[in-house]
C-alpha cells in the first residue's frame, strides 16, 4: 500500500453493497486506500468483485475479505494482515460500520416464526457489539491514525416501530449508545465517532424487509424533496465526517434524509 495515494486507509465493515458500496467509492474518489470487508454467496461474488475492480481503477489499493466480521478469531486474523501489509507508516483514518446482518422477524404471529432470545442475540451482535469489538481490537493494534473517525449507520427505526424490525430496532439503539461511549471513550487517542441516520434508500437490506413497499411510500409522502435517499447521498455525509472540517463533530447522530423525518 505505501506507493498508492495518500497513507491513510478507510476501513469499511460490509462494504460490497449499499451504502457500504457507495462509501468505497466515495472515499476512492477523494484518494483513500480502501480495506472491505464483507460477507456474500458466492453466487453473488462475481458482480461484488467487478465492483471492487472497478473502484481499483480510481487509482488506489483495494482490499477485500469475504468473511465473517463478527467472527472473533477471523477479526484478530484480519487485524494480523492488516498490520503486515500496512506496516509503520499506514494507518486507519476512518472505520465506517456497515453491517447489515439481522433478524426480520414478528414478535408475535399465529403463523409465522416470531422473535426468540437467539433472533435478538445474533443481530445486536452483528449489528451493534462488533463496531465496539473491531474497534477495541484496532485500538490495540495501534492501526488508528491520530485524528481518526468512526461512522455507524442508523434508522428511523431507532425510535419508531415497525412490523418485524424490532430485533434491527433494539440493536440500532444500542449503536446509538455505543457510538456515544466511544466518542467519550476514546476520545484521548483522536478518535472522533458518529452515526448516521440514513432516510428509507432502496438497498439490498431494505428490500428484505417485509413492507418495504410501504414504508417507502410513506417516505415518499414525508420526504419535502418527494425522492428517498440514494446511498450516494450518505456516502457524502461520511466523507464529510472525514474531513478536517469536521473534527470537532462527534458522539452524535446525523439526518441524512432530505427531510424525510421532519414530520
Not at 491513510?8 to 472515499?27: F, H, N, P, R, Y
Not at 409522502?221 to 425522492?227: G, L, S, T
Request: aromatic letters at 6%; glycine letters at 6%; a positive charge.
Amino acid at each position: 500500500m505505501n506507493d498508492v495515494g495518500k497513507n491513510d486507509c478507510v476501513l469499511i465493515l460490509g462494504g460490497s453493497s449499499g451504502l457500504g458500496l457507495a462509501t468505497a467509492v466515495k472515499m476512492a474518489k477523494h484518494n483513500y486506500n480502501l480495506i472491505i470487508i464483507h460477507r456474500d454467496r458466492r453466487a453473488d461474488l462475481p458482480k461484488i468483485r467487478a465492483d471492487f475492480q472497478e473502484i481499483s481503477t480510481l487509482g488506489v489499493c483495494v482490499k477485500t475479505f469475504n468473511i465473517d466480521a463478527t467472527n472473533k478469531e477471523k477479526r484478530k486474523l484480519i487485524i494480523q494482515e492488516m498490520q503486515s501489509f500496512m506496516g509503520d507508516t499506514i494507518k486507519i483514518k476512518l472505520v465506517v460500520h456497515s453491517i447489515a446482518k439481522g433478524s426480520l422477524k414478528p414478535m408475535q404471529s399465529k403463523n409465522q416464526p416470531t422473535l426468540n432470545q437467539q433472533d435478538f442475540q445474533i443481530t445486536l451482535e452483528a449489528m451493534a457489539l462488533s463496531l465496539y469489538d473491531w474497534t477495541k481490537d484496532l485500538v490495540t493494534a495501534k492501526l488508528f491514525a491520530s485524528d481518526a473517525r468512526i461512522v455507524a449507520f442508523t434508522s428511523e427505526g431507532n425510535r419508531k416501530a415497525w412490523m418485524n424490525y424490532g430485533a434491527v430496532s433494539v440493536a440500532k439503539v444500542a449503536l446509538e449508545a455505543l457510538i456515544r461511549n466511544i466518542a467519550l471513550e476514546f476520545a484521548h487517542i483522536g478518535i472522533k465517532a458518529n452515526c448516521i441516520q440514513a432516510g428509507i434508500t432502496e438497498t439490498k437490506s431494505f428490500l428484505m424487509i417485509p413492507g418495504n413497499k410501504s414504508l417507502k411510500k410513506n417516505a415518499l409522502i414525508r420526504n419535502p424533496n418527494k425522492r428517498l435517499t440514494t446511498p450516494e447521498d450518505v456516502a457524502n455525509v461520511v466523507y464529510l465526517l472525514s474531513t478536517d472540517e469536521a473534527k470537532w463533530i462527534t458522539g452524535t447522530v446525523i439526518k441524512v434524509d432530505g427531510g424525510e423525518s421532519l414530520q
